[in-house]
């Protein structure tokens, strides 16, 4: 039997849906619903008719298999990072008490739970001296990271984080219970890898651990007035690195208040970040002409447990309301440097909070020992702006972000990556894929999904449409 999706008539089914799993159904109106429901992103509009918060891999099944039954979309939650706006009837599948670490020193690999961040996943590794691909930011969810591909502040040295992947435990969109490796559901092991979540609930998750348990690292701070110096400096600096060395570069414009250091709160600064994979002393010699460029305001390198990765970023772990975009470059030519100093520089009318460029090349550039659904390995750069997404500057900083963009296509082609500017615009999504890539992942989508129920698929099956539409025209 279906019912139409409104709060009324899924009031019944909804309580027998409590009265069969394990976890917790939570409704609007409820302090657990929003704080489940709320993303990381709050400029996001999220109102699922029900959050389903699962306690295992069974209760997954269970959600899926009612929100099939009762026309509704599956969007899923862990930490709230990476939310797309969803506008038609669905049920949140919330995997956060999905909590389960496993570290064997061992095979020096890893078993994740959906509702693990990676913090935790660090500091169990560094109990046994080993590390993890994880990303700028420990306070995000393993398994969105990692589907999306995930960028490390060492992955010139080490690729992908998906790269490590061994395997995946995931209920598609049909409700099926799966697991998928190299050799057990390969094509849905590839999609897994660089398709988000638009093949289903990912419960759990194995990898690789790296073995280190220091690196050398951290961030220097300059004044804004030095960036054209520093950018300049940076970008034929960064071009030599060995795959030893990974680097990023912001230009920053934090607001006062008291989660930012004073020296760095409303004024315009330049951030180089780095890190280093090996010998300190090499490290240290490899960051030296970045080091006497200007003084630095604030920040400071030196060797560094692994389990203070995020410490190199230091991105904010407190919801906002943020605007972001996200392109791919395939070069950074010194007009591409004077472009974004135009509109980034401490003289430009610059809106965004921060904009990042950051080396890619290395690891990255390789092709993993499987092949994934992560796409643009040759690309050089990533180029990142984030920006406040409220009153009375969303406008603003989206349009100033749309200008950025526009203004570095010669040089990236309008190419992006799946864990960066998170979007449901076909027209965005087809650029984190080559064409090849987005026609097996919206005929994958299809497979495993049938009745399109997973909500992240229909922007997939959507851009793949588009791409085939302009081939035949």
Same mark, same amino acid.
């Given at each position: 039997?279906?019912?139409?999706?409104?709060?009324?008539?899924?009031?019944?089914?909804?309580?027998? %849906?409590?009265?069969?799993?394990?976890?917790?159904? %939570?409704?609007?109106?409820?302090?657990?619903?929003?704080?489940?429901?709320?993303?990381?992103?709050?400029?996001?509009?999220?109102?699922?008719?029900?959050?389903?918060?699962?306690?295992?891999?069974?209760?997954?099944?269970?959600?899926?298999?009612?929100?099939?039954?009762?026309?509704?979309?599956?969007?899923?939650?862990?930490?709230?990072?990476g939310a797309l706006a969803h506008t038609r009837p669905s049920l949140?599948?919330?995997?956060?008490?999905?909590?389960?670490?496993?570290?064997?020193?061992?095979?020096?690999?890893?078993?994740?739970?959906?509702?693990? &961040?990676?913090?935790?996943?660090?500091?169990?590794?560094?109990?046994?001296?080993?590390?993890?691909?994880?990303?700028?930011?420990?306070?995000?969810?393993?398994?969105?990271?990692?589907?999306?591909?995930?960028?490390?502040?060492?992955?010139?040295?080490?690729?992908?984080?998906?790269?490590?992947?061994?395997?995946?435990?995931?209920?598609?969109?049909?409700?099926?219970?799966?697991?998928?490796?190299?050799?057990?559901?390969?094509?849905?092991?590839?999609?897994?890898?660089?398709?988000?979540?638009?093949?289903?609930?990912?419960?759990?998750?194995?990898?690789?651990? %790296?073995?280190?348990?220091?690196?050398?690292?951290?961030?220097?701070?300059?004044?804004?007035?030095?960036?054209?110096? *520093?950018?300049?400096?940076?970008?034929?600096?960064?071009?030599?690195?060995?795959?030893?060395?990974?680097?990023?570069?912001?230009?920053?414009?934090?607001? $006062?208040?008291?989660?930012?250091?004073?020296? /760095?709160?409303?004024?315009?600064?330049?951030? *180089?970040?780095?890190?280093?994979?090996?010998?300190?002393?090499?490290?240290?010699?490899?960051?030296?002409?970045?080091?006497?460029?200007?003084?630095?305001?604030?920040?400071?390198?030196?060797?560094?447990?692994?389990? $203070?990765?995020?410490?190199?970023?230091?991105?904010?772990?407190?919801?906002?309301?943020?605007?972001?975009?996200?392109?791919?470059?395939?070069?950074?030519?010194?007009?591409?440097?004077?472009?974004?100093?135009?509109?980034?520089?401490?003289?430009?009318?610059?809106?965004?909070?921060?904009?990042?460029? &950051?080396?890619?090349?290395?690891?990255?550039?390789?092709?993993?020992?499987?092949?994934?659904?992560?796409?643009?390995?040759?690309?050089?750069?990533?180029?990142?702006?984030?920006?406040? $997404?409220?009153?009375?500057?969303?406008?603003?900083?989206?349009?100033?972000?749309?200008? *950025?963009?526009?203004?570095?296509?010669?040089?990236?082609?309008?190419?992006?990556?799946?864990?960066?500017?998170?979007?449901?615009?076909?027209?965005?999504?087809?650029?984190?894929?080559?064409?090849?890539? /987005?026609?097996? %992942?919206?005929? /994958?989508?299809?497979?495993?999904?049938?009745?399109?129920?997973?909500?992240?698929?229909?922007?997939?099956?959507?851009?793949?449409? /588009?791409?085939?539409?302009?081939?035949?025209?």
């Amino acid at each position: 039997m279906s019912f139409t999706p409104d709060s009324s008539s899924l009031q019944l089914p909804l309580a027998d %849906l409590a009265g069969k799993i394990s976890g917790d159904v %939570l409704l609007p109106g409820t302090a657990a619903y929003a704080a489940a429901a709320t993303p990381w992103n709050v400029a996001v509009a999220v109102s699922p008719v029900a959050v389903v918060a699962v306690a295992d891999a069974t209760d997954v099944v269970t959600a899926v298999r009612f929100a099939d039954a009762h026309d509704l979309d599956v969007i899923v939650q862990s930490t709230g990072h990476g939310a797309l706006a969803h506008t038609r009837p669905s049920l949140l599948v919330h995997t956060g008490r999905l909590d389960e670490v496993t570290i064997d020193p061992a095979t020096r690999r890893a078993r994740v739970g959906a509702g693990v &961040r990676w913090q935790r996943v660090l500091d169990a590794a560094a109990e046994h001296g080993l590390g993890t691909l994880a990303g700028s930011s420990p306070h995000v969810g393993v398994v969105g990271y990692l589907t999306g591909g995930g960028l490390s502040p060492v992955a010139r040295t080490f690729g992908f984080g998906s790269d490590l992947v061994t395997a995946f435990d995931v209920v598609t969109g049909d409700g099926a219970p799966r697991r998928a490796t190299a050799t057990e559901n390969a094509a849905l092991f590839w999609a897994l890898r660089g398709g988000k979540g638009a093949l289903g609930v990912v419960t759990a998750v194995e990898f690789e651990l %790296l073995d280190v348990d220091r690196i050398y690292g951290g961030c220097l701070y300059f004044d804004g007035a030095d960036a054209d110096r *520093v950018l300049s400096a940076w970008k034929t600096w960064s071009a030599g690195l060995p795959e030893q060395a990974s680097t990023s570069i912001a230009i920053m414009r934090l607001p $006062a208040m008291p989660a930012v250091p004073p020296p /760095l709160a409303g004024r315009c600064t330049v951030a *180089v970040r780095y890190a280093w994979v090996g010998d300190p002393a090499d490290g240290e010699r490899a960051i030296d002409p970045i080091r006497g460029l200007a003084p630095a305001i604030f920040g400071g390198l030196g060797v560094m447990p692994f389990t $203070a990765l995020g410490m190199i970023n230091a991105d904010p772990v407190d919801p906002m309301p943020v605007h972001e975009r996200s392109v791919l470059l395939r070069e950074l030519p010194d007009a591409a440097v004077r472009t974004l100093l135009a509109l980034i520089g401490p003289a430009a009318d610059c809106p965004q909070v921060f904009v990042e460029l &950051r080396l890619l090349g290395g690891a990255l550039a390789r092709e993993p020992r499987e092949s994934s659904a992560v796409c643009h390995r040759e690309a050089a750069y990533s180029l990142l702006t984030i920006g406040i $997404a409220a009153p009375p500057i969303v406008e603003a900083t989206a349009g100033h972000a749309a200008a *950025v963009m526009d203004a570095v296509q010669p040089w990236s082609g309008g190419i992006s990556a799946p864990n960066f500017g998170s979007t449901t615009d076909p027209v965005l999504v087809a650029l984190k894929y080559d064409m090849a890539a /987005l026609a097996r %992942l919206a005929t /994958l989508t299809a497979s495993y999904d049938p009745r399109a129920r997973m909500a992240a698929s229909h922007p997939v099956r959507a851009a793949a449409g /588009l791409v085939q539409s302009r081939a035949r025209s």
